[in-house]
């Protein structure tokens, strides 16, 4: 019989009663206005413009907090000499001796310079009189809020981002261990920097799995908590995240691979105090976090503010802090205390594989957060279970291929034929009836062969014979339709590594012209009478990134620029090797391929767009449009600061080129998709050797789970601040003013079409304000620098929605329920936890509601990962009629995110949850098998980077397909992966 749809999705979110107050005690210390005045002074030396200079930066501060005062929250992230608030908050005041050691520290610190050398010691022996740094009892308003005018959204103070969750984190670590059929977990807090944004705990000691080889793997269950607010609601909201966080297990011959320029967090809790300069001194409950990264000058890996001239030099350790090169060699025996320390280095993907999967099942995740809640104050209940939003069809029409003309194909064709039809005859449309050019430059026999059988699958053709010389074979395709033409080639040295000479020290101009070369190399391999007038793509099968040795080496971004030169769009396929399964990996293999040419037809402008099934409540002649920024970091590949504006439309009842194009924001032009992502790639920047980093980089800790999953990966503690709370600087807003010019300039391009535009709110809000929470209002718009105006001003057959993913935590982690059981008492009420795919509002939404949630199924490929799912415990199973017991530590955890929908703006008589019902569908393409993460213009606006952006794979990276879902991991004999 087959089980109903969930009605109900709960979420792990929790919103105060009406009338709610609760107060929480803390130790305050706040610095008097001499002391800073005295600091912005010792700030100022050396600034060129230091009158435009009125706060002090104390990152570093926070950071020596972190690491040696873990019981200490740090609220800010620069101290305004204007403002005398306190800045430090603890439920035990730190020792006066103890905290004066930090402080003069962080102090020689904030000018290290030796011409100010002079100026620091007079401040310190004579300026500063630490003994007027006192600790102050206050309760703090924990429920404390303002209402935005007239937007109407909830603001907590700044200091509750840290102190809400700090404090109920705190509730948290009083109660009973939380207790599961196969035993136990007792947890400790860690502490956090401002910049982390929450709170968090972890289970301890770590759990241990050990895998079908003997290795043993650790692990911890993970606890987040964070405050957040949502965008026209008058209450905040705390999400609370579990999952698990995986420590550093295996180690190469040199130890843990720490990547250049980033730095790894490691886990630290002492027996002792690290400082004991008072009697008062104690030891913290709560774990420290330092962070170390490897020294090229030394050779070896240092803690960060290390060093014989760093901030930690200055510190008289009671406790020392152990050698990060000792824990990198063996960094298991510090997870059981060694020298009076336990330690716990991070796991990221650039270390390799782990034993252990990222992520946690609702079977897991929901008794876990249940335990949690039991700490939570009563006036901080969970929301309402959110219920489905049924006012209109939540589907998009299903695509039923047009039948093809009866007198090209007589004969009765089925669904799959007429689709193959209607494929050809879209690709056709796009090369304007000339013939469609395709290469595959291959490595290996048997990839060849599994490529031309992938893509006449594709296409919907028989096989046929290659023509032409061994290695440089040509294949035709004819149909009615289309005339397809396949070079193959050999990929030979195109797939090398870079050359680049280790003995020099200008390693990024070496990086530099090795990409020139490769370049170059890809231009003299392609004859240049067979460059297109038309884009057109080239598959090319590139080795493993391990195989490159340094991460430098790796030549995808050089081919990808090199094709580009040549016109030549490109998707990428990896070969890595297996040592068992052969007969799945052949169906792998093709299945991936099949996927690769898929993908690569997708960035020529083939799109199967979804049709809405709202009827009259979309107007005639709609058109979808995305705004996104692709953002060069100055921490990421190229060291270089940068902002790039991309805008993708979509017009369903266009055909051809016509049907999806891309904006050019340097001539404001609409270019079809294919020319667009070519001249995107003349924007691209080259990136910078990892050896050429500069270690004062910005720390940015191991990989974030992609932004747009749940739990698919582990979050590795990644900084994650809110765009809202960074200081505006000259730079910043000329970005700002940057941006304003484009979005002006797109709309102004939009004003004659009904238009659905489609913002990503962590994507572009800190260079696009108005779609900030604290300031964005009901159909209204500003640009940047300009009035707030009505949004009909910008076009009267505009509308505009924005979405927002799990990035940060703001969204909450959901599973779907359908209340207790009637009949069957627990066991049954658990098998109605799980999946659903829906469309979702607040039972109490109002009829002017703008705030929707859009959830996915599980992927296709995890259609049997069960949600009783458990990392801990052995649960009973049934499959193939066979039954037993099994655990799923080494199984992945597929949980999609829920994506929030808010209608910002959209004109007169609209009902808005038609508008974001329309962005549901538009997750919905027929051309994937699972849902996007973004609807389809996003997710094609955010693709589009990859021309203008340089990715590092990590080690073991299995790309997937260029839809949303987390692939399973395949166990075989040789797998293929692509990558866009």
Known sequence: MA???????????????????????????????????????????????????????????????????????????????????????????????VFGTLFRAWVRDLRPEPRHGKLVRRLLNEELDLGQLTWERRNVAMLSQTLTQPGGTAQPEERLYQLLPDALIARALALNPFVHEGGSLRFRGVARRPSDRGAEMISWPPEEHVDKEGVRWWYSALIAVTLQSVPFDGAIRIHVRSGVRRWATRTGTSGLYLPPARATSVYLLADAPWIADSPDSWVSERFSVARARYDRRLGKPRWEAGGSDGILSRIPFHQTLPEPSELTRRPTEWLQQTKGVTAAVVHSTHMGSHGVLPGLMPGDRVPLTEWFEAALPACLPRIPDLVRADRYPVNPHPYRPPKPDAGVHPEPLDRQQRA????????????????????????????????????????????????????????????????????????????ASLDIPQETKRKTAALHTAIGRRREDVARRVDPVSTPALPTLALVEILDRRIYGPRDADPKFALRLGFSDVRRLTQFVVTQR????????????????????????????????????????????????????????????????????????????????????????????????AEFLLRLSKQ?????????????????????????????????GQDTAAPEDQPATGRLEAQRTHVAGAVQELLFSLRDTPTLLLVHAQNSRRFWPW????????????????????????????????????????????????????????????ERIGIAKGFWRSPAAQEDNRVFSSTSPKSSSATKSSVMASRWSFRPYTRDGKTGMTIDTDKPAWNPALLEVAVVGCQPGDDPE?????????????????????????????????????????????????????????????????EG
């Open 3 to 97: 089980i109903e749809p969930y009605n109900l999705v709960r979420a792990a979110a929790y919103t105060p009663s009406e009338g709610a107050q609760w107060d929480v005690p803390y130790y305050t210390l706040s610095l008097p206005e001499n002391i800073r005045e005295a600091l912005l002074d010792l700030y100022r030396q050396g600034l060129r413009r230091p009158e435009r200079h009125r706060s002090v930066p104390i990152g570093r501060f926070n950071n020596l907090i972190q690491a040696l005062a873990p019981e200490v929250v740090s609220v800010a992230k620069w101290i305004d000499v204007t403002r005398d608030e306190p800045w430090l908050y603890t439920h035990h005041p730190v020792p006066a001796d």
């Open 420 to 495: 193959d039809v209607e494929l050809r005859r879209n690709l056709a449309e796009l090369t304007d009836g000339l013939p469609l050019q395709l290469e595959f430059l291959w490595n290996t026999t048997i990839h060849r062969d599994a490529g031309v059988k992938a893509l006449a699958a594709v296409l919907g053709v028989e096989e046929t014979d290659p023509e032409g010389e061994p290695g440089q074979e040509t294949l035709v395709w004819k149909t009615p339709e289309l005339t397809v033409e396949l070079r193959l080639e050999r990929v030979g040295e195109l797939a």
């Open 684 to 716: 691209a920047t080259l990136p910078v050797s990892d050896d050429d980093a500069p270690d004062n980089c910005d720390p940015t800790d191991e990989d974030r789970p992609d932004d747009l999953f749940d739990d698919a990966e582990e979050d590795d």
């Open 771 to 830: 779609l900030q929470n604290a300031v964005v209002q009901k159909d209204r718009v500003q640009i940047h620098g300009g009035p707030v105006q009505r949004l009909a001003v910008q076009g009267p057959n505009l509308r505009l929605v924005r979405l927002r993913d799990r990035s940060g935590d703001e969204t909450p982690q959901w599973w779907a329920y359908d209340g207790p059981s009637e009949t069957g008492g627990d066991e049954a009420a658990a």
């Open 914 to 978: 038609a508008w974001a019902v329309l962005a549901h569908q538009l997750r919905m393409t027929p051309d994937y098998r699972d849902m996007l993460a973004l609807p389809l213009p996003l997710h094609l606006a955010r693709k589009a980077q990859e021309y203008v952006l340089p990715v590092h794979r990590a080690d073991g990276e299995s790309a997937t397909e260029d839809n949303a879902s987390v692939q399973l991991v395949f166990d075989l004999f040789e797998s293929t992966t692509n």
């Open 578 to 673: 297996r040592p068992d399964h052969r007969e799945k990996a052949i169906k792998a293999r093709f299945e991936k391929l099949k996927s690769c040419w898929q993908d690569g037809l997708r960035q020529l402008g083939h799109r199967l767009i979804p049709q809405h099934s709202l009827g009259d409540a979309i107007p005639a002649g709609i058109q979808y449009v995305a705004f996104w920024l692709v953002k060069r970091r100055a921490d990421g590949p190229t060291r270089e600061s940068g902002l790039v504006p991309v805008a993708v439309r979509i017009r369903p009842d266009a055909r051809g080129g016509q049907a999806l194009m891309g904006w050019d924001h340097i001539n404001g032009s609409w270019l079809p998709y």
